[in-house]
């Protein structure tokens, strides 16, 4: 993708170029998520923002920046893409940190009594989601061509499935969360990626063009088959939870390719392609990239 550029600026009066207005506008929506997590009795919220904006998350951010390239390096890929990718993703995710996620998510399982354990909230740490991507397309002869569907399955705010956009230029890609606070998040999200996808430098056309949808609802009761690309936060998955996922992994078409964070799929149906341990913000997490193996003949 082409070098990152400034955003447009709105004219003021008398034709002077004014800047407030974009900044006000990011200022209310930075101000709106802290409410938004403040409305739900996370006092604590704003300052944990601030604490990750210090000195700690910048030393986290570049040891995982320093990992990824690392591996990059070995597998003799540009870190072109990536870089430019992850300066959209900042422009697009940026203004919801994981503090708002993570209270979005606790709030509502506690007023609606929900304990399942899959339900807690972990977030992608962009590069190392890319990564995988860029090994896919790199190693495994996947995403090769523009187009194919992107589904994240149990999405939480949605940023995995800005990230899959921003990496790779699919037809469409889809999001299904079962909080509705947390579509909410995804759904904010994609309002300000339409209002800015046009003032910002490095999507192309067709990724401009990309239709994403947000799905409140159950990953069991939506149909992802036609899914050329899944992906699973499953680091809280039980047993139970995992091998109920095989039946709907399993009507992908063959050929395609799956995600997941610390757990496999436990199919024979998916072949494991490689499995590497990463660092994540809860911890190491193991990423396993699976491919669906071809169809048995009967």
């Known amino acids: 993708m082409a070098g990152d550029e400034e955003e447009s600026k709105t004219g003021g009066a008398e034709g002077v170029e004014d800047d407030t207005a974009p900044k006000m506008k990011e200022l209310h929506m930075r101000e709106r998520a802290i409410a938004r997590a403040e409305d739900l009795q996370e006092t604590k919220v704003e300052g944990k923002m601030r604490d990750r904006s210090g000195l700690t998350e910048l030393h986290f ?8 390239n690392k591996k990059l390096d070995e597998l ?4 072109g893409r990536l870089n430019s990718a992850a300066k959209i993703f900042k422009k697009i995710c940026g203004h919801y940190p994981a503090a708002i996620g993570k209270a979005v998510s606790k709030k509502e399982r506690q007023d609606d ?9 972990g977030e992608i740490q962009f590069r190392t989601f ?3 991507l860029e090994k896919i397309r790199h190693k495994y002869g996947g995403l090769s061509e523009p187009g194919g569907i992107f589904v994240d399955v149990g999405s939480g705010s949605g940023k995995p499935v800005f990230a899959a956009m921003l990496m790779h230029e699919f037809d469409r890609v889809i999001g299904i969360e079962i ?7 995804s759904r904010d999200m994609e309002a ?5 996808k046009h003032k910002i430098g490095g999507i192309t056309e067709k990724m401009s063009k990309t239709q994403i949808e947000f799905i409140r609802g159950d990953i ?3 149909d992802w088959s036609d899914a050329t690309l899944a992906f699973v936060n499953s680091t809280c998955f ?4 995992m091998n109920r996922l095989v039946e709907p992994a399993d009507k992908m078409k063959p050929g395609s390719f799956f995600i997941s964070f610390t757990r496999r799929i436990p199919s024979e149906n998916w072949q494991v392609l490689e499995y590497e341990r990463h660092l994540m913000s809860w911890g190491d997490a193991t990423v396993f990239i699976h491919q669906r193996k071809a169809d048995l003949q009967t």
């Open 220 to 222: 069991f009761n939506v």
């Open 113 to 121: 009594a929900l304990e399942e354990q899959s339900l807690v909230y």
């Open 238 to 241: 039980d047993d139970e939870m």
């Open 76 to 79: 003799e890929i540009s870190n």
């Open 130 to 132: 890319a990564l995988a």
């Open 179 to 185: 909080l509705t606070g947390l579509h909410e998040l």
């Open 61 to 68: 951010n570049e040891t995982i920046q320093q990992a990824v």
């Open 192 to 196: 300000i990626w339409h209002e800015r």
